[in-house]
């Protein structure tokens, strides 16, 4: 079962829960701003049923995809970033700075079992081009990844 997680504005987006302002020209928050949510949240929303208990937000699952990939993570190495990065955490769509956020790095490698070839075609697309056009990711690398681009 997925509900989309369609949220309202935050009264205060400026601030953390504990009044810490954020910086507004963050590069995670920027980025955010350009990566068209609602067109990967429908798709994402096409791989459950409408029964049974929710999935995780698409936004989430995605963003982290997205984190894992730029910053060339592991699994895991991906949920540790998300958990110790405001400006990430924002990224994926949470409202408040969670520091100790229970997440298990399994939901990635289940979701990209679970999400098909035309969802990650869009993200090795559509979002890649994002990516590229904003310098996230550059074309030609030195270095060899640890994997292709989000499958």
């Known amino acids: 079962m997925y ?89 994926c769509g949470r409202e408040y700075y969670i520091p100790d956020i229970q997440i298990s790095a399994g939901i990635l490698s289940e979701r990209r079992k679970r999400l098909g070839k035309d969802f990650f075609d869009f993200l090795g697309t559509e979002v890649a081009k994002i990516l590229r056009e904003q310098k996230f990711i550059k074309v030609k690398s030195s270095r060899p990844r640890k994997q292709t681009l989000f499958a």
């Not at 504005?9 to 829960?17: G, I, R, S, V």
Request: aromatic share 14%.
């Open 3 to 91: 509900r989309s997680e369609k949220k309202v504005q935050a009264l205060f987006k400026d601030f953390f829960h504990l009044g810490t302002k954020i910086h507004s020209e963050n590069k995670w928050l920027r980025l955010a701003g350009i990566i068209p949510w609602e067109k990967m949240d429908e798709m994402y929303g096409r791989y459950f049923s409408d029964y049974g208990r929710p999935a995780k937000d698409s936004r989430l699952i995605c963003g982290l995809l997205i984190v894992k990939y730029i910053k060339d993570l592991s699994d895991e190495e991906a949920i540790e970033e998300f958990r110790e990065n405001p400006y990430i955490q924002a990224f």
